[in-house]
């Protein structure tokens, strides 16, 4: 029998990694039940029954145009599996979706459900829900996520930003901002509220300039800054008022708010997606 220390030796968990973000099913990364199990009395006939159920609130990826993707996946593992698979893994399998193109959700769905499968050794099943049909934006604005748009560039793009001449004073928002943490590699994701008078700014050259933060690498204030920078200068914008709602890692959540309109900071309510 095995220790569960020996198992996890070569697992990502508690060592430093690297956050890919082209798809890659070989990091996932299993566990045999049997060690454990055989260690607290359990043998192959099972007093219990069940599933492990996941979550992942953050999935995104690529559609056939570039264009990113944001869904909730939920699977459940069988408790008869052979084996478990170790968080970590988990979390940069899904990670490794980021910057891959799919075709479609079904897609999608069918390679998490192949590549699980596969890792567990029975079938497993996934469930995959667009985060709009989830209610997940909670932020006031018109949405930019349906935009019908070709985008390819991943890095900070200040020069996609563009302006139609006529006057407006209106709120628009995404769900699709993505960004790198500049010390760990690890993705975070963020909703945006951003309000602005002035010259009326195209709705798909401002979310090519949202999601070209993809692979930026920049805390969470600093993103918001430069995105206002970016703003003012580009699009002349009278009054502009960025909210950015990023959700938490290890029970922390950073929300950078950012206006010269003379707005109060807005009440510190959480949003659905948070």
Not at 134 to 147: K, M, Q, T, Y
Not at 248 to 265: E, K, Q, W
Request: glycine fraction near 6%; charged fraction near 25%; proline fraction near 5%.
């Amino acid at each position: 029998m095995n220790d569960l220390r020996d198992d996890l030796a070569a697992a990502p968990l508690g060592h430093a990694t690297e956050y890919p973000d082209t798809y890659d099913p070989a990091q996932l990364f299993t566990v045999p039940r049997v060690d454990t199990r055989e260690t607290i009395g359990i043998g192959a006939a099972l007093p219990f029954t069940g599933a492990d159920v996941w979550t992942a609130y953050e999935h995104t990826w690529l559609d056939a145009k570039g264009k990113p993707r944001v869904a909730i996946v939920s699977f459940a593992v069988p408790i008869d599996s052979r084996n478990i698979v170790e968080s970590k893994s988990v979390k940069l399998y899904l990670g490794s979706f980021a910057q891959s193109r799919f075709n479609d959700s079904v897609e999608v769905v069918r390679a998490i459900e192949r590549d699980l499968s596969a890792a567990t050794i029975i079938d497993v099943r996934v469930m995959l829900v667009p985060q709009a049909d989830a209610r997940i934006a909670g932020l006031d604005g018109d949405s930019l996520d349906d935009i019908d748009v070709a985008i390819d560039r991943y890095e900070v793009d200040a020069a996609t930003l563009r302006t139609e001449g006529h006057f407006a004073d209106e709120v628009l928002r995404t769900d699709l901002f993505r960004s790198v943490c500049p010390v760990t590699g690890q993705p975070d994701y963020a909703s945006l509220a951003i309000g602005y008078r002035g010259p009326r700014i195209d709705r798909a050259s401002l979310l090519r300039y949202l999601v070209s933060y993809r692979r930026h690498a920049g805390f969470h204030e600093h993103c918001v800054e430069r995105m206002f920078v970016d703003l003012v200068a580009r699009c002349h914008c009278e009054a502009l008022t960025i909210n950015a709602r990023f959700t938490r890692r290890g029970g922390l959540d950073i929300n950078p708010f950012r206006t010269n309109a003379g707005v109060p900071v807005p009440r510190n309510v959480r949003t659905p997606r948070q």
